[in-house]
């Protein structure tokens, strides 16, 4: 998952979690506003059935019991509550509301009843299609009528029905908007956070397209997060360069070094071998040391070049492909019995060093004849701005695992099979620095028993003016 994405889902995860926990603290406050207000007003009725009641029983069967509430004067000969759970007590008085239904209450409500004198309590009421719900407020009266006094309960009730509704409808509401609030803070969170990565991708593109040798990025203005990961990060290029520096230097001092003795051994062993009568031994043991000498020299040429790659300068000429690949083709005609085929469109053009790319084309070839090839095909490809030239051969091939590291310096499939084979795995490194430093690239295909075929891309180029 991207950073992205996940600081995008955190965002929203975060504002969903607001609005759940703002949505239920609402919804709590909203439910405890109107229940109180539902309490108030049955609370109200009790007080004024009370104030009737004391001016005696008559005068609240005068007035009555408020109309629009479901309200109920019963008179207790028993306070016992099992009982009166059953049947409830004697209904004295009923507001028209309740029609012949009646307020009953459970036992343990009636407990608390008889015990503290009131209590709240839920009733349902059976409806046909679903019971209606009341919240009923019970209070304890003395009822005087005709002169006795009785003990009963006032009971006032409304349905909570509206009331559930306007809740329940509060909480559509609340929902849809919260819905669109995350939409749009979903949208919003994710523009603002690709705006705010912007820089970030753009230090992991330059990063990513860096070349062996890094350049320093160019510093963003600002104090930000961003400016000080570029300026730690040209910290370590620079450490980087300095590192790379100091092994060219380092490379180039040994390899100048051992060329001298290396040419002083190849000349005393050429004038030994010429000029001195030797004996058989002696003299094989002089080819030995010619040979190993040899070897070394082409190895100190080939580091000196690999060391100063990096500052090559090629001065691309337009060359053309077909003459390039025949001068290779007729050097190594004559030490070759094998077949070395050409095929290459006659106009066809590349920008480049001449010389360079002869010794591109005659590594791949020497390296396909040290396979054991018996054929190798020189093919050159017009790609309209490129040209790709392919070197392959018939010869042992490469097993798959090797593949990644062929261009690596010094890296040989068989280090004994190749060393005595006279190769030092230095070739493949220089081939790909000279097809870098004329912006080109090389590949790599291969079968174990049946060949391998290099491919390397250039710039094509338009051909020559005509001398005149
Ligand atoms: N055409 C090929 N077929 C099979 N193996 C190859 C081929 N080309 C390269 N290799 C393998 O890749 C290794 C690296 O090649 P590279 O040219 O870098 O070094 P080298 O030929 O051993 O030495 P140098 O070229 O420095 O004399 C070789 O040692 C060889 O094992
Ligand atoms: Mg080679």
Same mark, same amino acid.
């Given at each position: 998952?991207?950073?992205?994405?996940?600081?995008?889902?955190?965002?929203?995860?975060?504002?969903?979690?607001?609005?759940?926990?703002?949505?239920?603290?609402?919804?709590?406050?909203?439910?405890?506003?109107?229940?109180?207000?539902?309490?108030?007003?049955?609370?109200?009725?009790?007080?004024?059935?009370?104030?009737?009641?004391?001016?005696?029983?008559?005068?609240?069967?005068?007035?009555?019991?408020?109309?629009?509430?479901?309200?109920?004067?019963?008179?207790?000969?028993?306070?016992?509550?099992?009982?009166?759970?059953?049947?409830?007590?004697?209904?004295?008085?009923?507001?028209?509301?309740?029609?012949?239904?009646?307020?009953?209450?459970?036992?343990?409500?009636?407990?608390?009843?008889?015990?503290?004198?009131?209590?709240?309590?839920?009733?349902?009421?059976?409806?046909?299609?679903?019971?209606?719900?009341?919240?009923?407020?019970?209070?304890?009266?003395?009822?005087?009528?005709?002169?006795?006094?009785?003990?009963?309960?006032?009971?006032?009730?409304?349905?909570?029905?509206?009331?559930?509704?306007?809740?329940?409808?509060?909480?559509?509401?609340?929902?849809?908007?919260?819905?669109?609030?995350?939409?749009?803070?979903?949208?919003?969170?994710?523009? !603002? &956070?690709?705006?705010? =990565? /912007?820089?970030?991708?753009?230090?992991?593109? +330059?990063? *990513?397209?860096? $070349?062996? @040798?890094?350049?320093?990025?160019?510093?963003?203005?600002?104090?930000?997060?961003?400016?000080?990961?570029?300026?730690?990060?040209?910290?370590?290029?620079?450490?980087?360069?300095?590192?790379?520096?100091?092994?060219?230097?380092?490379?180039?001092?040994?390899?100048?070094?051992?060329?001298?003795?290396?040419?002083?051994?190849?000349?005393?062993?050429?004038?030994?071998?010429?000029?001195?009568?030797?004996?058989?031994?002696?003299?094989?043991?002089?080819?030995?040391?010619?040979?190993?000498?040899?070897?070394?020299?082409? !190895? &100190?040429?080939?580091? =000196? /070049?690999?060391?100063?790659?990096?500052?090559? +300068?090629? *001065?691309?000429? $337009?060359? @053309?492909?077909?003459?390039?690949?025949?001068?290779?083709?007729?050097?190594?005609?004559?030490?070759?019995?094998?077949?070395?085929?050409?095929?290459?469109?006659?106009?066809?053009?590349?920008?480049?060093?001449?010389?360079?790319?002869?010794?591109?084309?005659?590594?791949?070839?020497?390296?396909?004849?040290?396979?054991?090839?018996?054929?190798?095909?020189?093919?050159?490809?017009?790609?309209?701005?490129?040209?790709?030239?392919?070197?392959?051969?018939?010869?042992?091939?490469?097993?798959?695992?090797?593949?990644?590291? !062929?261009?690596?310096?010094?890296?040989?499939?068989?280090?004994?099979?190749?060393?005595?084979?006279?190769?030092?795995?230095?070739?493949?490194?220089?081939?790909?620095?000279?097809?870098?430093?004329?912006?080109?690239?090389?590949?790599?295909?291969?079968?174990?028993?049946?060949?391998?075929?290099?491919?390397?891309?250039?710039?094509?180029?338009?051909?020559?003016?005509?001398?005149?």
């Amino acid at each position: 998952m991207t950073l992205r994405t996940r600081i995008t889902l955190l965002t929203a995860g975060l504002l969903l979690v607001t609005l759940l926990l703002l949505g239920f603290a609402l919804e709590g406050l909203l439910r405890s506003f109107l229940y109180r207000n539902l309490r108030a007003e049955l609370l109200e009725a009790g007080n004024q059935v009370v104030r009737l009641l004391n001016l005696g029983g008559q005068a609240l069967l005068e007035a009555g019991l408020p109309p629009s509430l479901y309200a109920e004067v019963q008179l207790l000969p028993e306070e016992d509550p099992a009982l009166l759970a059953k049947e409830g007590g004697i209904s004295l008085q009923k507001s028209p509301a309740l029609g012949s239904q009646r307020l009953v209450l459970k036992e343990r409500e009636y407990e608390t009843l008889l015990k503290e004198g009131e209590v709240w309590a839920e009733v349902e009421l059976p409806r046909e299609d679903r019971p209606l719900r009341l919240l009923v407020y019970a209070r304890k009266v003395e009822v005087n009528l005709a002169g006795a006094v009785w003990k009963g309960v006032f009971l006032v009730g409304k349905p909570t029905e509206d009331l559930e509704a306007t809740l329940e409808q509060f909480g559509r509401i609340y929902a849809g908007t919260a819905l669109l609030v995350l939409l749009l803070a979903l949208l919003l969170a994710r523009s !603002l &956070v690709a705006r705010a =990565l /912007e820089p970030l991708e753009w230090l992991a593109r +330059r990063a *990513e397209s860096m $070349p062996d @040798r890094p350049e320093p990025l160019p510093e963003p203005e600002g104090n930000d997060e961003v400016a000080a990961l570029v300026r730690a990060l040209n910290g370590m290029i620079t450490r980087m360069q300095k590192a790379l520096e100091a092994q060219t230097r380092f490379l180039q001092d040994a390899s100048h070094e051992l060329r001298t003795p290396v040419t002083a051994i190849l000349g005393h062993v050429g004038y030994l071998l010429r000029r001195t009568p030797l004996t058989e031994t002696q003299r094989e043991s002089l080819e030995i040391v010619r040979r190993e000498a040899e070897r070394m020299g082409k !190895l &100190v040429s080939d580091l =000196l /070049e690999l060391s100063q790659s990096g500052t090559w +300068r090629i *001065e691309p000429v $337009p060359i @053309r492909v077909l003459d390039l690949l025949e001068e290779v083709k007729e050097e190594f005609a004559r030490s070759f019995e094998g077949e070395i085929l050409v095929e290459a469109p006659e106009e066809l053009y590349v920008r480049g060093d001449p010389d360079r790319l002869h010794q591109v084309l005659a590594n791949l070839v020497s390296n396909a004849l040290k396979a054991g090839a018996k054929r190798v095909w020189l093919r050159a490809f017009d790609l309209g701005d490129r040209v790709v030239v392919r070197v392959e051969d018939d010869g042992e091939g490469i097993p798959p695992e090797h593949l990644p590291h !062929l261009f690596e310096r010094f890296y040989r499939v068989d280090k004994a099979r190749d060393r005595e084979r006279g190769g030092s795995g230095l070739g493949l490194a220089i081939v790909k620095a000279i097809l870098e430093a004329h912006g080109g690239e090389i590949w790599v295909e291969s079968q174990v028993g049946q060949g391998t075929a290099f491919s390397f891309s250039l710039p094509s180029a338009a051909p020559p003016p005509p001398p005149r």
